[in-house]
């Protein structure tokens, strides 16, 4: 079954048809890029799964289920987690509380059994922690564990922007430009770090990436868009060969 499904998207911007009727869906342990121009509406498709625009039209469905009555705040908790293109830390927090924060903004106990401090309080405190440390691991970021975000270097900051979301440990990630602003070896990292999301967590990924390289070393299927519309989707191979995305491209 399609973990995630868009089913006729639209979405207007006062004249501007940011997304126009955009159907396509994603299936469990694939990994799915977006790719297009600037203002082709990638990042607004990604607000529209993380319900932060309600589309004019169409459906979006996750696990079978329609989304659209959900809250922003409900989709970390049906297993949907994303990264942003500018990067969204806390400046003044460590690596490790960046990546506890994320999980502790949905967890489960109430105010009182967390002051009673209950057993279950402090299973679920552990399991928040040994979720936070298996991505510190994975990530390689064991280094900067204690260290402040403000500090850190731009690369790094990026990686810890993706742990952030890996660390709610969800089914879907969203990765907005993974790559932009990164060097050549930063964005190889990029790519070992999506096949093993992929692979050994097992993590569905749609991907939003101008770096095509990066796209076609790590996607399975590829969308191409262009102002709000889709263009093509295939494989990197099929959709880069496309003469209706060639000539999207050249156009800009
Ligand atoms: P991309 O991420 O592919 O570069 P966006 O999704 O950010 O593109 O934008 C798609 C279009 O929608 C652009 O024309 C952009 O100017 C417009 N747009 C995006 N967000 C807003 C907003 N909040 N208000 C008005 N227009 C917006
Ligand atoms: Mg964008």
């Known amino acids: 079954m399609s973990l995630l499904e868009l089913d006729n998207v639209t979405l207007r911007f006062g004249g501007v048809v940011a997304v126009n009727k955009v159907s396509f869906s994603v299936e469990e342990g694939e990994v799915f890029a977006l790719v297009g121009p600037n203002g082709a509406g990638k990042s607004t498709i990604f607000n529209l799964i993380s319900r932060i625009y309600d589309p004019a039209e169409g459906d979006i469905r996750f696990d079978g289920k329609s989304i659209l009555s959900r809250q922003p705040h409900e989709i970390a908790a049906l297993g ?3 990264t942003f293109q500018n990067i ?4 003044q927090a460590t690596v490790l509380q960046n990546l ?3 999980r502790h ?3 489960r106990s109430s105010f009182v059994t967390e002051l009673l401090f209950t057993p279950s309080v402090r299973s679920e405190e552990r399991r928040h922690r040994e979720a936070v440390e298996k991505v510190i691991d994975f990530l390689d970021l064991q280094a900067y564990r204690e260290k402040y975000i403000a500090g850190l270097p731009y690369g790094v900051r990026k990686v810890v922007e993706m742990g952030r979301a890996l660390a709610l440990e969800p089914k879907l990630l969203l990765l907005d430009e993974p790559a932009s602003g990164l060097s050549v070896e930063e ?5 070992y770090w999506v096949e ?11 991907m939003v990436e101008h770096d095509m390289h990066l796209v076609s070393a790590v996607s399975d299927r590829v969308l191409a868009l262009a102002d709000g ?5 295939g494989t990197a191979h099929e959709v880069q060969n496309d003469p209706k995305v060639i000539e999207a491209y050249i156009g800009t």
């Open 100 to 102: 506890l924060v994320g």
């Open 196 to 206: 093993d999301i992929k692979k050994q967590m097992g993590i569905t990924v749609l």
């Open 229 to 233: 519309q889709m263009l093509s989707i």
């Open 105 to 107: 903004r949905h967890r």
């Open 187 to 191: 964005t190889q990292d990029v790519a």
């Open 88 to 91: 969204e830390l806390f400046e």
């Open 80 to 82: 949907i987690a994303r």
